[in-house]
């Protein structure tokens, strides 16, 4: 029986694995099911986090958190949690591989993935040309011509990682101002290589058996349709939150959660289930920051420990 199961190795799980276990907590297990580090690892260039005078990767960011919180016990199982129940006081955890953990407090940690745009060719081109990742993919487009779909920090911020690799990067945003911060916009504008097609709508990815050869776009004032040719597009569309293992067989939800599929916190990040917690981007009115999911987890971590108390 685990004292606290973290659910999610992001900035969220790693930090209430460092509370937890350096407040007290003897038995404690984060479920993580690849590498710890959270979505975070794909980012290019953080300049945000406080205290970090240099600009880092995210993997430098978090190359050092999952060995600070093995120092105090935390203990790290590579496994998919794929749901979470609640019987009496005690949680049932069910892994990928079928067996089942109990536990006496719980954090649901597991932060979001990107978002589809729901256009045509995405689905069918997606590892052909279609990317969500441009710190992974972005050297396959070295010297060609690329689009960046979406208009949040994302995209701006990728475009601009991606203006360093390939020829021509063309950011294609619905609306006619970015989302993006204007910092980052700012910075967008320095780079002559990419082309900003605003206020226009993205119709269809095309291609052939060799992988994409354009972005057909659409202009939303004139109507007029134009193919962009590019041998990538990177979709950055924004994010799904990943709350699948709070449900439950009958397809009801362990704990309550908001109309987008948020769970719902109060400030000691408890959601409407007792000995559960959320943290991170999981959780309602995120505001999708390292630094914040690394305060959520923070809370929750504390909160598990005067639970069990
Ligand atoms: P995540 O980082 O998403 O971590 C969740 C973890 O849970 C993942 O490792 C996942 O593998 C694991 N997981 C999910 N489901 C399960 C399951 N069922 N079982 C086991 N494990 C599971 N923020 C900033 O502050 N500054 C930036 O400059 C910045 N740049 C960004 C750039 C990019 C490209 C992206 C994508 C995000 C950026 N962010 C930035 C946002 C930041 O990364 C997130 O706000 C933060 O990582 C959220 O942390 P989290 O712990 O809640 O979730
Ligand atoms: P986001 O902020 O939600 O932005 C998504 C963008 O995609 C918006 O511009 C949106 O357009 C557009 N969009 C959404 N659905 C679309 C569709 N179907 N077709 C075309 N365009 C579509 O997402 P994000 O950029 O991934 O950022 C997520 C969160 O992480 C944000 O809170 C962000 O601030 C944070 N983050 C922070 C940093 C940083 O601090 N440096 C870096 C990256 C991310 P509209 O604008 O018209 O809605």
């Given at each position: 029986?685990?004292?606290?199961?973290?659910?999610?190795?992001?900035?969220?799980?790693?930090?209430?694995?460092?509370?937890?276990?350096?407040?007290?907590?003897?038995?404690?297990?984060?479920?993580?099911?690849?590498?710890?580090?959270?979505?975070?690892?794909?980012?290019?260039?953080?300049?945000?986090?406080?205290?970090?005078?240099?600009?880092?990767?995210?993997?430098?960011?978090?190359?050092?958190?999952?060995?600070?919180?093995?120092?105090?016990?935390?203990?790290?199982?590579?496994?998919?949690?794929?749901?979470?129940?609640k019987?009496?006081?005690?949680f049932?955890?069910?892994?990928?591989?079928?067996?089942?953990?109990?536990?006496?407090?719980?954090?649901?940690?597991?932060?979001?993935v990107?978002?589809?745009?729901?256009i045509?060719?995405?689905?069918?081109?997606?590892?052909?040309?279609?990317?969500?990742?441009?710190?992974?993919d972005?050297?396959?487009y070295?010297?060609?011509?690329?689009?960046?779909?979406?208009?949040?920090?994302?995209?701006?911020?990728?475009?601009?990682?991606?203006?360093?690799?390939?020829?021509?990067?063309?950011?294609?945003?619905?609306?006619?101002?970015?989302?993006?911060?204007?910092?980052?916009?700012e910075?967008?504008?320095?780079?002559?290589?990419?082309?900003?097609?605003?206020?226009?709508?993205?119709?269809?990815?095309?291609?052939?058996?060799?992988?994409?050869?354009?972005?057909?776009?659409?202009?939303?004032?004139?109507?007029?349709?134009?193919?962009?040719?590019?041998?990538?597009?990177?979709?950055?569309?924004?994010?799904?939150?990943?709350?699948?293992?709070?449900?439950?067989?009958?397809?009801?939800?362990?704990?309550?959660?908001?109309?987008?599929?948020?769970?719902?916190?109060?400030?000691?990040?408890?959601?409407?289930?007792k000995?559960?917690?959320?943290a991170?981007?999981?959780?309602?009115?995120?505001?999708k920051?390292?630094?914040c999911?690394?305060?959520?987890?923070?809370?929750?971590?504390?909160?598990?420990?005067?639970?069990?108390?």
């Amino acid at each position: 029986m685990l004292d606290f199961a973290i659910i999610g190795g992001g900035p969220a799980g790693l930090t209430a694995g460092l509370y937890a276990t350096r407040g007290g907590l003897k038995n404690v297990t984060m479920f993580e099911k690849g590498l710890p580090g959270g979505q975070i690892t794909q980012s290019s260039e953080i300049e945000n986090y406080p205290g970090q005078l240099e600009v880092v990767t995210g993997m430098e960011l978090m190359d050092k958190w999952p060995q600070q919180c093995q120092k105090f016990g935390l203990k790290h199982d590579m496994s998919e949690v794929t749901r979470v129940s609640k019987n009496g006081d005690t949680f049932q955890l069910t892994l990928g591989s079928g067996e089942t953990v109990e536990a006496k407090s719980v954090l649901v940690a597991t932060g979001s993935v990107p978002k589809a745009a729901g256009i045509k060719g995405e689905a069918e081109f997606f590892g052909k040309g279609v990317s969500t990742c441009a710190t992974c993919d972005g050297f396959f487009y070295k010297g060609k011509d690329v689009v960046v779909l979406g208009g949040g920090d994302t995209a701006v911020e990728e475009a601009i990682f991606l203006a360093n690799i390939c020829k021509t990067v063309y950011i294609v945003h619905r609306r006619d101002q970015f989302r993006a911060s204007p910092h980052e916009v700012e910075k967008m504008k320095k780079f002559d290589n990419i082309v900003p097609v605003m206020n226009h709508t993205t119709e269809e990815i095309v291609g052939d058996k060799m992988g994409v050869t354009g972005v057909v776009v659409k202009d939303k004032e004139s109507g007029e349709t134009k193919t962009l040719e590019a041998m990538g597009c990177f979709v950055f569309v924004g994010r799904d939150v990943l709350n699948q293992c709070l449900q439950q067989e009958d397809g009801s939800y362990l704990c309550d959660l908001n109309d987008s599929g948020e769970v719902i916190v109060n400030l000691k990040m408890e959601t409407s289930l007792k000995g559960l917690f959320a943290a991170g981007d999981i959780r309602i009115d995120a505001p999708k920051q390292v630094v914040c999911a690394a305060g959520d987890g923070a809370i929750a971590g504390i909160g598990a420990i005067s639970y069990l108390q």
